[in-house]
């Protein structure tokens, strides 16, 4: 844990990625590596990849963001080569590799689903 839970609350508004907030002042480590991932099968990590885009099509939509064709086809092949290559994911093999088309393929269903919720919107 990198922060004592006395005084500490959980800020729930986000749909994913929630939050804590602690009082007094942070710090943040400038150095330092936090390695945030645990094995789990296709399956799984595909399954989060569905939930996942979904709740953030849904905040994109709130957010009034609308679907672009350069976006929907662009987006995902520069999500796999900021991975892959940038964070040098290629540095860990077959490993890297699946994890970077995952990476991919969340992208890409989190444009085509603000895309199908803004065709939705339009017959509405």
Known sequence: RLFRREGATMDLTARVHESVR???ET???EDGVLLHRREISVEEDLARANAYS???AVTL??????PGLVRLV???????LKFYLAKRYFLC??????YSMS?????FATEAKLYE???RDDKA
């Open 22 to 24: 602690v009082p007094g």
């Open 27 to 29: 710090d943040t480590i």
């Open 54 to 56: 979904s709740l953030k």
């Open 61 to 66: 939509v709130e957010k009034g963001k609308k």
């Open 74 to 80: 662009l987006s995902p092949f520069g999500n796999f």
């Open 93 to 98: 093999g077959r490993h890297g590799f699946v």
């Open 103 to 107: 990476v991919m393929i969340y992208s």
């Open 117 to 119: 919720a803004s065709q």
